[in-house]
């Protein structure tokens, strides 16, 4: 996971209902893992304005346990900041089941890349679905 930027392509609620604050056009939302920050492995996420994130821990059985830590809180405009106030609400302190799914064609993005879909149910019922767009280190 920590070798990829991650961009979020689908976001729905327990009821299999779209999160529309996470679902706007011109607003993605993208996770980094696996930077060092404190002798800890974190993650990060933002919808290219504000950072939020925290520690986690991926246990072998594919639970993502994710801590509380820093975030920026400048101002973004309204649709953003829906946006990074929602995946702040989902991710911070919160416990998700990962499956990586790795998709035979090639990845739209970048063709050099493998094509991963990262989906990961969090513990409270939403889905969110991330695509690997870009190698943070080669």
């Known amino acids: 996971m920590g070798r990829y ?5 689908s976001a729905t609620d ?3 209902q779209i999160i529309t604050e ?16 404190n002798d800890e492995y974190h993650v990060g996420f ?15 059985d594919h639970i993502l346990l994710i801590g509380s830590g820093p975030q920026t809180m400048m101002g973004c405009g309204p649709k953003r900041e ?23 064609n090639g990845n739209v993005d970048d063709s050099s890349l493998p094509y991963y879909l990262l ?14 767009s870009a190698l943070i280190d080669k």
Do not use: H
């Open 5 to 9: 930027r991650w961009r979020l392509v």
């Open 14 to 16: 327990s009821d299999n």
């Open 22 to 37: 996470l679902s706007r056009p011109g607003f993605p939302v993208v996770a980094n893992f696996g930077y060092r920050f």
């Open 46 to 60: 933002s919808a290219y304005c504000n950072g939020v994130g925290g520690p986690y821990t991926l246990t072998p």
């Open 82 to 104: 829906a946006a990074e106030d929602k995946i702040r609400a989902l991710e911070q302190s919160s416990r998700s089941q990962l499956t990586l799914t790795q998709l035979a």
């Open 119 to 132: 989906i990961q149910k969090m513990a409270t019922g939403e889905t969110l679905i991330w695509k690997n």
